[in-house]
């Protein structure tokens, strides 16, 4: 059975969909593996190294002769098109957003294993490519808001006077705003956070971090550890309410993120305007509508307020921009869905099994991710 690698088509994209690492594991199970060249070139994995794990390499890829299709960002429907009937596809599909593209893979017969629809339980934390690639994404935040911010983030005391900490926010305690608080503190920012969830003062300060606590009526917790849209009233208040914190900030992070939606709009305009010349915003909502007015995916956009400007930055496939270690993670986490469904050296799925079952989008035409074929028939309904 044939796992082909391909070279991202996405411009920017630098990730890869397996390491050599990857490769050896596929290798060993009793796969053939065929890697496009230069596929892990821009991740730093020389075609070499692939070539040493056990994988052919080719200059392209006929995915008509592909039994599984690894990749990273979801398949434009080109590529779905040439894929063979009951061909298997693992990485991420975005379903919620790439509506047309989920159609195309059940159109066409393709099982498709989608990583955003991992379950979040234990058994399946080393499958987790959500979590693997938020941890880098945290990390590369307050290294943009570092750069950027024209003073030091730790204390100095110094013979010439002391220069006080940087105040750095996050807004949004998941796995990438863990992360960000993790990388401040390490940077001697003084950290406080906010989260509507009710587990994540805790987690807060766990890593160091002092919660703010925000006088609403309950949290907003969801399925799966995310959180909740708030009521629109609520969601009214909460700003209300961090709107001083935001003021007193010199780097805020935002990270929140609900599946399938938006991203909530945590700060405004006048929000911003409120904070001191020179402060950065860092924006990885950015994408998907952005936590933060105004803020423009893969842009600084420059804001202008007394004595100078607040720069947000919005953060444009975050993950990307530290590939070695993003693919080893994304890379890893692919290769042990794959390893669960393998048997005598082919890959077959047993839907019998909750995390199978749980990540599977499409199979055999038909769209086994509910809240996605809801979707697609609010669509075709007009609705």
Not at 138 to 157: D, I, K, Q, T
Not at 246 to 267: H, K, N, Q, S
């Amino acid at each position: 059975m044939k796992i082909a690698i391909r070279r991202e088509p996405i411009e920017g994209e630098r990730r890869v969909a397996a390491t050599p690492a990857a490769v050896a594991q596929y290798v060993a199970a009793g796969y053939a593996v065929t890697v496009q060249k230069g596929a892990g070139i821009a991740a730093g994995y020389p075609d070499a190294a692939y070539a040493e794990a056990g994988a052919e390499l080719a200059a392209s890829i006929p995915l008509s002769t592909v039994d599984v299709l690894a990749h990273v960002r979801p398949l434009d429907r080109q590529t779905i098109a040439t894929l063979p009937k009951g061909a298997i596809t693992v990485g991420f599909a975005s379903p919620a957003s790439e509506l047309d593209g989920v159609q195309a893979l059940a159109d066409r017969g393709v099982t498709a294993f989608s990583l955003e629809l991992i379950p979040r339980i234990s058994r399946a934390q080393s499958m987790d490519a959500l979590t693997s690639q938020a941890l880098v994404a945290g990390y590369r935040c307050v290294l943009e808001g570092a750069m950027r911010f024209p003073r030091f983030l730790p204390l100095y005391m110094t013979a010439a006077g002391t220069i006080p900490p940087a105040r750095v926010l996050v807004l949004g305690a998941g796995v990438a705003g863990l992360q960000a608080i993790a990388t401040a503190k390490r940077l001697g920012a003084k950290v406080s956070a906010y989260d509507v969830r009710s587990a994540s003062a805790d987690e807060v300060q766990s890593m160091g971090g002092t919660f703010i606590h925000l006088d609403l009526d309950a949290a907003a917790d969801a399925a799966g550890g995310y959180a909740k849209e708030l009521a629109a009233d609520r969601a009214d208040r909460q700003r209300e309410l961090l709107a001083p914190f935001v003021a007193e900030a010199d780097i805020i992070v935002t990270t929140a993120a609900i599946p399938g939606r938006p991203a909530p709009r945590l700060i405004t305009a006048s929000m911003v305007q409120g904070m001191a010349a020179g402060s950065i915003i860092v924006d990885l909502a950015a994408e998907t509508g952005g936590n933060v007015e105004g803020a423009k995916p893969g842009d600084d956009v420059l804001v202008p307020v007394t004595g100078g400007h607040v720069t947000i930055v919005g953060m444009n496939d975050a993950p990307s921009t530290m590939p070695f270690d993003a693919s080893r993670l994304l890379g890893q986490n692919i290769a042990n869905l794959i390893a669960l469904m393998t048997r005598d050296g082919a890959l077959v799925p047993d839907f019998d099994d909750e995390v199978v079952a749980g990540a599977c989008l499409t199979h055999e035409g038909v769209v086994r991710h509910e809240p996605t074929a809801a979707a697609l028939a609010d669509r075709k309904e007009g609705k």
